[in-house]
């Protein structure tokens, strides 16, 4: 087993505001965690903490071995230089897309691999039509973002992180902002990514998704991993109260197959 | 009493008037080459410059855009040869005033665009490891300039306007050509009127070739929610 | 070479500025009052359907706003007094080309703050029984009027501004003031620094007030 990502102590508030308080994680390489909790549990700080969206007040983030950031006297520093390489090797997907709405489908999903990797024009091109096929909108390609779907923006999102050829995958809600007759396809891309061995980090509101895709499901409250495990004991056996209070305010929660076509 | 209109003698001076709208056009397109690259600095070093450089760039925009433009370019050809011991004259100090002063509003209007870009067109260009300058290189700038170029327009027209002043300090511009006409021929009534109608003519074409843009631009602007 | 920097002349010519100050804030203040009172008529105007008030109206407003001021008050005090038959000083140039200016740039703002009120309003209003200068007066003004107040205000900024072009007729203002000072004490340096600094003083404090202004109601939506 190879770990991927090793999250040690992550702490991070705003202000007075303790939002992650210890948080200690590790995730090999092929894992598909999906992570649950109230809103304001702090699992989006979380995610946006692991490729420095957000600065973390305290702890460690080691990524594929090797320690991000300079430790000195019990506090680490980060380089806007150091985290911006990091940043290339890790993809997230955001709940709005956040497509460029000035740049067709197909340079959307070029810019990384050409702005930041420097690829060369074939290389990103071939990148980008590459991507574009895995989540079916080759056809798109010449496309501007207005004129997709909001299940199509988010697909072109996933293939725009895909085509960094990023070593681990996050999701913050990516389903959250689409009508729900459009939340299937872009489930079904993030199912086929994990069946093909891509790291995946997921946090989401689907719970039959996390039921079906998950390797290992985290429930988080108040900043901390209050319960973890395979789905199974997670979302059908939780130990913890507030894990069964919040199980039981999601009736909607569909057992055991989640429509994903 | 009728006032007897004679446009004759005008007339006859017309090419003056002509040169003098050129030199009007020559003032307000080198301003414009200068202000607007100088606006987008100011307007990033207001935005994103450290504080010794935020705090006296905005107090330089703030200066220029609510002091009398009358008062900046008399001061520029007046004081400042004194005080740096340089000669120079209408013409360059009318470019080095509006220069500055366009730019002061053209920070403004690029400040406006780059702030009204969602933040999420930078949080994604972060997320894929973009640093900041290829950020607003790539993702903001080329979005931000679009819905600027309406309002970019509208400050060049009002710069046009200003540049009526350079006559106070001698440059033959096409109102300073109007005021020697009316001076030589007495007939002001004809040249003023005649001058204000071809002020007209430049001007209320731009405007219409704004709004018209900002129509289409309205049309076919982008409607993403992304 | 290095200036020495010498304001006492500044000092002792400041009653001349402080008359310049005042025929500055007077000639702002009249144009002010006045533009913004007949732009409200010429506004409605335009924002009527019908073609006698709409179209001397339009013609009007895009006269005004697509020539330079500058012009406007120069035709006012050379050409205008030809064919005017009363006396025009430089004072009633300078007033009538800034007011007329006013009066154009005001009534678009009306109109817009005018047009930004929903039409439901004026259907309630109708429904009321009123009728239209009822429906404008009670219902609609009262709204558009507020929305309208950052606008109006950078007008004024403007206004104070374009004050200073009525020292090329020689209106006494503070501009006219500081050049006649300048030419009399060999002081351009200290004297146009200082004029600046006064119009900066003068005119900063509404750009500011605006500013909270548009922030605040921009807040409320």
């Known amino acids: 087993m190879v770990e991927i990502l090793k999250i040690e102590g992550l702490n991070k508030s705003f202000g007075d505001l303790t939002v992650l308080d210890g948080i200690d994680l590790s995730v090999n390489k092929g894992e598909t965690i999906v992570v649950i909790g109230a809103s304001g549990s702090g699992k989006s700080t979380m995610l946006r903490c692991v490729n420095f969206m957000e600065i973390p007040s305290g702890g460690r983030i080691t990524l594929n071995g090797s320690a991000i950031g300079t430790a000195s006297n019990g506090s680490v520093t980060y380089s806007e230089k150091e985290l911006t390489g990091l940043r290339a090797r890790v993809g997230m997907v955001f709940q709005h897309f956040n497509l460029f709405p000035h740049m067709t489908v197909k340079q959307n999903v070029m810019e990384g691999p050409k702005t930041v990797l420097k690829c060369s024009a074939v290389e990103c091109s071939r990148r980008a039509d590459k991507y574009l096929e895995k989540v079916g909108l080759g056809w798109k390609a010449d496309s501007f973002p207005s004129q997709l779907s909001g299940g199509q923006q988010q697909r072109v999102a996933i293939a725009r992180a895909l085509a960094m050829e990023p070593e681990i995958m996050l999701f913050d809600e990516a389903t959250s902002a689409l009508d729900p007759e459009l939340v299937g396809e872009v489930l079904l891309t993030m199912k086929e990514l994990a069946d093909e061995g891509m790291t995946m980090l997921i946090v989401t509101h689907e719970l039959g998704f996390a039921y079906t895709v998950a390797d290992r499901v985290l429930f988080l409250a108040n900043g901390k991993i209050l319960e973890q495990g395979d789905p199974e004991s997670v979302l059908i056996n939780p130990q ?19 429509n994903l076509d | 009493m009728g006032y007897e209109w004679d446009f004759g003698v005008v007339l006859r001076d017309f090419d003056l008037l002509l040169w003098g709208l050129v030199n009007t056009l020559k003032v307000t397109g080198l301003s414009l080459l200068f202000g607007v690259p100088l606006g987008l600095f100011l307007a ?62 053209f920070a403004e209007v690029f400040r406006g665009g780059i702030v009204s870009i969602d933040n999420g067109q930078w949080e994604a260009a972060k997320a894929i490891g973009m640093d900041r300058n ?30 009526t002043l350079v006559g106070t300090i001698s440059y033959a511009d096409l109102l300073y050509e109007a005021n020697n006409i009316a001076q030589s021929t007495y007939r002001s009534l004809e040249v003023f009127s005649l001058a204000a109608g071809m002020y007209f003519v430049v001007i209320f074409a731009c405007s219409m070739g704004v709004r018209r843009l900002e129509r289409h631009l309205g049309r076919t602007g982008e409607t993403t929610t992304g | 070479m290095e200036h020495a920097w010498d304001f006492s002349a500044v000092f002792t010519n400041s009653y001349l500025l402080l008359i310049g100050l005042k025929n500055t804030i007077i000639l702002a203040v009249v144009c002010l009052v006045l533009g913004l009172f007949f732009g409200l008529f010429v506004g409605a105007a335009r924002y009527s359907t019908r073609i006698v008030f709409n179209w001397p109206a339009t013609a009007f407003v895009e006269v005004f706003r697509n020539t330079p001021v500058l012009v406007q008050i120069m035709w006012f005090f050379f050409a205008f007094p030809i ?35 929903h039409r439901g309003q004026w259907e309630a209003a109708k429904a009321l029984g009123m009728n239209y200068t009822n429906q404008m007066r009670r219902i609609i003004l009262p709204q558009a009027i507020r929305r309208m107040i950052p606008a109006f205000m950078n007008r004024a900024v403007e206004l104070v501004k374009m004050t200073s072009l009525a020292s090329v007729i020689a209106y006494g203002e503070l501009m006219y003031q500081a050049k006649t000072i300048s030419t009399i004490e060999f002081n ?27 922030i605040k109601s921009k807040g409320r939506g």
């Open chain 2, 134 to 163: 290829a950020s607003l290189r790539r993702i903001i700038l080329p979005q931000a300039v679009k819905r600027m170029v309406p309002a970019f327009l509208e400050r060049a027209i009002e710069l046009m306007k200003t540049t």
């Open chain 1, 240 to 258: 913890q109260d507030a894990t069964k209070n919040f199980l039981r305010g999601h009736g909607s929660f569909r057992l055991p197959e989640p």
């Open chain 3, 83 to 117: 064919i005017s038959p009363f006396d025009i000083d430089a004072f009633t140039a300078a007033t009538l080309g800034l007011t007329l200016n006013t009066i154009a740039f005001s009534s678009e703002i009306y109109r817009a703050g005018i047009q930004s009120i």
């Open chain 3, 188 to 214: 351009p340096i200290e004297m146009y620094t200082s004029v600046a600094l006064i119009f900066f003083v003068l005119i900063f404090p509404l750009t500011l007030f605006v500013q909270r202004l548009e």
């Open chain 2, 44 to 105: 990033l070093w207001r935005l994103y410059g450290g504080r010794l450089i935020r705090v006296p760039v905005g107090v330089l925009i703030e200066f220029l855009r609510t002091t009398p433009p009358i008062a900046q370019l008399f001061w520029f050809f007046f004081a400042m040869p004194i005080l740096l011991g340089i000669e120079i004259d209408p013409f360059q100090a009318s470019v080095l005033t509006f220069s500055l002063q366009s730019s002061a509003f």
